[in-house]
Nanobody, 118 residues
Framework: QVQLVESGGGLVQAGGSLELSCAASGRTFSIFLMGWFRQAPGKEREFVAGINWRGGATSYSDFAKGRFTISRDGAENTVSLQMNSLNPEDTAVYYC???????????WGQGTQVTVSS
């Protein structure tokens, strides 16, 4: 099992920045990918960004490219999401997730609320 705990959400004005962090514990050696997802009220959960836990390769959704940066710290077992130029459409609960090799995202954090005011 892998446990994930997010932190860093909050309220920010449009144009501002926030950094989310996710701490992984448990069987972290089994992690292959880490990702951030978000879910806005009345909408489905969507992919934001992902990172290969060992190699560091990253991927982003179109809305995140150029504004968000995902990074990891293998020594600390954390993954972060730096979000810049936030707008009200970025308001959502943001979730950290982890997958094992050959598996989907099996492990999820509890989520952290990000609210962007106009």
């Amino acid at each position: 099992q892998v446990q994930l705990v997010e932190s860093g959400g909050g309220l920010v004005q449009a144009g501002g920045s926030l950094e989310l962090s996710c701490a992984a514990s448990g069987r972290t050696f089994s992690i292959f990918l880490m990702g951030w997802f978000r879910q806005a009220p009345g909408k489905e959960r969507e992919f934001v960004a992902g990172i290969n836990w060992r190699g560091g390769a990253t991927s982003y959704s179109d809305f995140a490219k150029g504004r968000f940066t995902i990074s990891r710290d293998g020594a600390e077992n954390t993954v972060s999401l730096q979000m810049n130029s936030l707008n009200p459409e970025d308001t959502a609960v943001y979730y950290c997730a982890a997958s094992r090799l050959g598996s989907g995202f099996d492990y999820w954090g509890q989520g952290t609320q990000v609210t962007v005011s106009s």
